[in-house]
């Protein structure tokens, strides 16, 4: 999938490496101080602690620019930024020719652990899209993973993952993700999971959207839809139920079987029309 990074990048990229910072000294001496006092004085330990806070002044940030050039991963976050912009240049034709107009989200790059409008992310959650800050949320390490865990690397399959992303914040533009919300919040687990199911699906099928763009556009390399197919069966419910626990649980999936991934992506790819990716209507 060489020629799907064309040469325009995404200026709406970032790319803060997040490294805990130590902890200071004097308050572990602190806390130290703070327990003792409490067992055998009956003082509130609260109390040292604050005064060990406004010693220690501001808070430390953790957030450190990367160094492209000295970074491994400089190459991995090129090919992001230009998979971007790929998806950019597709929804913003979609939009317009349906009458609209495409507001670009932002993608974050992190490592580890990093602060969103939708809470604290966490490599854990793998890549999500935050519809509060309209932006998506990317563990690096989670590529790795794909490769080894997966068996789904590839750099079409890593774009795949965030046509998925890009596919969420479709849905919040439409207006879909404030509906699921407002179904969802009247709704009890099961029938919460069902939905999110078929959120999830959809997000696929915008997916195979954009790769018909790519394709039309003979951006597409032999061997990359397969890519985009075994990604997209990786990461269905029962197929990570089965590998993590052993057995599979249809009521609390929540993003769709291997299958029905699959169907999605293709159904997207196929028709190349985000009106075909209704999957609020279908039986499954």
């Known amino acids: 999938m060489s020629r799907i990074t064309p040469p325009r990048t995404s200026a709406s990229?970032?790319?803060?490496?997040?490294?805990?910072?130590?902890?200071?000294?004097?308050?572990?001496?602190?806390?130290?101080?703070?327990?003792?006092?409490?067992?055998?004085?009956?003082?509130?330990?609260?109390?040292?602690?604050g005064m060990a806070e406004s010693m220690q002044g501001a808070p430390q940030t953790s957030q450190q620019p990367i160094d492209p050039a000295r970074d491994?991963?400089?190459?991995?976050?090129?090919?992001?930024?230009?998979?971007?912009?790929?998806?950019?240049?597709?929804?913003?034709?979609?939009?317009?020719?349906?009458?609209?107009?495409?507001r670009r989200p932002a993608l974050v790059l992190y490592r580890n652990v990093t602060p969103t409008a939708c809470g604290s992310?966490?490599?854990?959650?793998?890549?999500?899209?935050?519809?509060?800050?309209?932006?998506i949320y990317l563990d690096l390490s989670f590529f790795d993973q794909m490769a080894r865990r997966f068996r789904a690397g590839g750099d079409f399959a890593r774009?795949?993952?965030?046509?998925h992303e890009i596919g969420h914040h479709v849905q919040n533009q439409l207006g879909t993700m404030e509906k699921f919300e407002q179904t969802a919040a009247r709704a009890d687990?099961?029938?919460?999971?069902?939905?999110?199911?078929?959120?999830?699906?959809?997000?696929?099928?915008y997916a195979g959207v954009w790769g018909a763009s790519a394709a039309?556009?003979?951006l597409l390399d032999p061997g990359d839809i397969e890519e985009g197919i075994r990604a997209a069966s990786a990461v269905g419910d029962d197929t990570i139920q089965k590998r993590t626990q052993g057995h599979v649980?249809?009521?609390?999936?929540?993003?769709?079987?291997?299958?029905?991934?699959?169907?999605?992506?293709?159904?997207?790819?196929?028709?190349?029309?985000?009106?075909?990716?209704?999957?609020?209507?279908?039986?499954s």
């Open 189 to 205: 687990a099961r029938q919460r999971n069902a939905l999110s199911v078929r959120l999830e699906l959809q997000a696929d099928c």
């Open 72 to 102: 491994p991963e400089a190459a991995m976050v090129s090919e992001v930024k230009k998979v971007l912009a790929k998806t950019e240049d597709t929804w913003e034709a979609l939009f317009k020719e349906a009458g609209g107009q495409y």
């Open 13 to 49: 990229v970032s790319v803060p490496a997040l490294v805990p910072p130590a902890l200071p000294s004097t308050l572990i001496v602190a806390v130290v101080i703070a327990l003792v006092a409490s067992y055998f004085l009956g003082i509130d330990p609260r109390v040292i602690l």
């Open 249 to 283: 649980v249809p009521d609390a999936f929540t993003h769709g079987t291997a299958e029905q991934r699959v169907r999605w992506f293709r159904t997207g790819f196929t028709s190349g029309d985000p009106r075909s990716c209704n999957t609020f209507s279908a039986n």
């Open 121 to 135: 992310g966490q490599a854990a959650a793998g890549p999500f899209y935050c519809p509060g800050d309209e932006k």
């Open 159 to 163: 774009a795949y993952v965030i046509a």
């Open 216 to 218: 039309k556009r003979n």
